[in-house]
């Protein structure tokens, strides 16, 4: 089991920027692959950015590039989102996932897919302004 909590959201006007956190807890090798992903009211959830353990690749949502920055430190269990020149459409509930993929070609073609993330935390709110 793995356990997720998020924090960091709040209410910021366009421009500005915030740093999400989300400490794990629990089975180390069932998060591997941890992601960020976000939920706009009437909108399907969409993934924002994933993060292998090691050296690999990251992923980013074409809409997010050059303004988000995900990282990880493994010694304090924690996964970061910087999240810089936030616009209103950055608006959402912001939930931390974690899971494993197969190879890193795996995490490449489906690290933006839902499904393929095991755990889940309870999300952490970010209301951007125009």
């Known amino acids: 089991q793995v356990q997720l909590v998020e924090s960091g959201g709040g209410s910021v006007q366009a421009g500005g920027s915030l740093i999400l956190s989300c400490v794990a807890s629990?089975?180390?090798?069932?998060?591997?692959?941890m992601g960020w992903f976000r939920q706009a009211p009437g909108k399907e959830r969409e993934a924002v950015a994933a993060?292998?353990?090691?050296?690999?690749?990251?992923y980013y949502t074409d809409s997010v590039k050059g303004r988000f920055t995900i990282s990880r430190d493994n010694a304090k269990n924690t996964l970061y989102l910087q999240m810089n020149s936030l616009k209103p459409d950055d608006t959402g509930m912001y939930y931390c996932a974690a899971g494993n993929f197969r190879t890193t070609l795996d995490f490449l073609q489906f690290a933006r897919s839902p499904s393929r993330y095991k755990y889940w935390g309870q999300g952490t709110q970010v209301t951007v302004s125009s």
């Open positions: 993060i292998s353990n090691g050296r690999g690749p990251t």
């Open positions: 629990g089975d180390t090798s069932s998060r591997n692959y």
